[in-house]
């Protein structure tokens, strides 16, 4: 009878068990939903003071449920993968837009880009989750151990697997523009950690398995709060130091004109349309330049403009100089290709400097290719089993090697970010200090989703680690220019045609992520992972 009644507690514990998981994920995967309303273009950043306590909470919940190593493992895993995975599928939606371009040939693929993507993003916060969980402890620093790890794999998403930062959890304070200084010092994964520390901190003011407060939870609390502040404060000063020395200088600033053409994805490549959409370039490019006192020595034309070999057509490359304001320059967008001694072509995406007499005086070729945009990675493996890249390119586009600062006579030093490229940190020192960033991107895939809104979010934090003004050209939208601090000066709306004319900001001085890149980032990770472990051994709960 004793054992009878052993068996069935013993399935009744299960079954609960299994009943606890199941909500716990749950209530994980609603959320991250919620967290995902503090990304562009909603910028709600205070849902993030909800969501990130309650996966703490759910995490408490796992360690007090489960004795088991394994089964704690694997519990915090599911809790962390429901999180990210409704965090990611309400703010990475917009890349099903792209498969409807050609939904004969694509649209069969949304499923796997609207879940699986998310799913396997998902990974890395399982990951981190799991791992908490082997090292939770009670009180405040379960709250650093937490950001630790979740900034951690958060880091390593941006370069496994081609790497995909794209709406790190930093990019929620956005719309912070003191705090979002930050990332100066940090780079956008230290600013992740923040973000999370800071707003996972209240939880520390509650344990599931404990009911009494802690006064050291209540300091840690008071340390945060004031951290925060103190980081707002600097951010918001050194914005205001800028905004004063920049207004005693405004008479020396270089002006730029950026194209924004407004061509739809399906036209941009009909052989039919090639004329018309030559003749917009032009006919924008020579609008009278009102409000400003003399004619733009610098144009921007977004990501591969025209519908042609640029470097192969001198007939159109002598109609395109002839068309500039006398003593300007350009960059543009196109597609360049290069023949090897064997006859092998290879075709880059490539960002182009036009000299006056019509030459290619440089060119940056995109580093950083969209999986499955540009090329096929495994195609050796997913090629046998129908998979296509979206770009009409057969032999895929040859990836850039070369990154760097371009000089040219009568521009500003600068570094190109072409596309998809603005989404990565270049957290490595370049030999030549750039003073302008030139982002030329094409968001005519994803029609007016949130997608160009979260974009142009991750290209500003490109112009905060640097300390570098930001000339964004975007052919559907949204061009902008950002200053040195991330904040846009000047923008044209999606869905418009026309140009945009504004004055080039200053530079800062080198920042602290431009000299060392994630190495400061790293070292945050060290000093968090220090007072854990000085915690954990000293017992301190």
């Not at 609390?221 to 404060?233: F, H, M, P």
Request: with cysteine; glycine share 8%; hydrophobic share 50%.
């Amino acid at each position: 009878m004793f054992q009878l009644n052993a068996a069935s507690m013993t399935r009744q514990g299960s079954a609960l068990t299994a009943r606890s998981t199941l909500l716990n994920c749950l209530l994980a995967l609603l959320f991250g939903g919620l967290s995902s309303l503090s990304l562009a273009p909603f910028d709600t950043w205070p849902v993030l003071f909800a969501s990130y306590p309650m996966i703490v909470w759910l995490l408490d919940g796992v360690c007090m449920l489960h004795s088991s190593r394994r089964a704690r493992f694997l519990s915090g895993f599911a809790v962390g993968w429901s999180f990210a995975f409704g965090y990611f599928v309400p703010s990475l939606w917009w890349i099903s837009e792209a498969f409807w371009v050609e939904p004969e040939k694509f649209a069969a693929l949304i499923p796997v880009a609207v879940g699986g993507l998310p799913a396997y993003l998902s990974i890395y916060w399982g990951l981190a989750c799991g791992v908490a969980t082997l090292l939770w402890v009670t009180g405040w620093p379960r709250v650093l151990l937490l950001a630790a790890l979740i900034g951690s794999c958060e880091w390593l998403r941006g370069y496994l697997l081609t790497g995909f930062p794209w709406n790190l959890p930093g990019y929620g304070v956005s719309s912070l523009d003191g705090f979002a200084q930050t990332a100066s010092v940090v780079g956008i994964n230290g600013l992740t950690v923040f973000t999370i520390l800071i707003a996972a901190a209240p939880a520390a003011l509650w344990q599931v398995d404990r009911r009494m407060l802690v006064r050291a939870d209540i300091m840690f609390l008071c340390i945060v709060l004031s951290l925060t502040a103190g980081l707002a404060i600097w951010g918001s000063s050194s914005i205001a130091v800028y905004d004063l020395a920049s207004s005693k200088g405004a008479d020396n600033a270089l002006l730029v004109r950026i194209i924004q053409p407004n061509i739809s994805q399906t036209a941009k490549w009909n052989p039919e349309r090639a004329t018309e959409i030559i003749d917009t370039y032009l006919t924008l490019t020579t609008v009278p330049y009102a409000n400003l006192s003399k004619s733009p020595p610098l144009i921007v034309w977004p990501e591969s403009a025209l519908p042609r070999l640029l470097g192969e057509e001198d007939v159109l490359r002598a109609e395109i100089v002839a068309s500039l304001p006398s003593g300007s320059s350009l960059l543009t967008g196109g597609l360049h290709r290069v023949m090897d001694a064997n006859g092998k072509q290879s075709i880059y995406n490539s960002l182009l400097a036009i000299s006056t007499d019509g030459r290619i005086a440089a060119r940056h070729d995109k580093i950083r290719l969209v999986p499955f945009g540009e090329f096929l990675p495994f195609s050796w493996l997913l090629e046998p089993l129908g998979l296509r890249q979206i770009v009409k390119l057969p032999p895929g586009f040859s990836a850039g090697t070369l990154d760097r600062t371009i000089s040219l006579p009568g521009i500003p030093a600068f570094v190109g970010f072409i596309c998809y490229e603005a989404v990565f940190p270049k957290g490595v020192p370049y030999e030549v200090r750039p003073r302008m960033l030139v982002n030329s991107t094409n968001d005519a895939w994803f029609g007016t989703s949130s997608g160009p809104h979260q974009h142009l979010s991750h290209a500003r934090f490109r112009a905060i680690e640097q300390g570098v003004p930001m000339v964004r050209a975007a052919n559907t939208g949204i061009s902008a220019m950002i200053d040195a601090h991330g904040r846009i000066t000047a923008s044209l709306g999606l869905g418009k045609l026309g140009t945009l004319d504004a004055e080039l900001p200053r530079a800062l001085n080198a920042t602290v992520y431009s000299r060392f890149g994630d190495f400061s980032f790293l070292a945050l990770l060290f000093l968090l992972g220090s007072i854990y472990l000085i915690c954990r051994r000293i017992n301190m709960y």
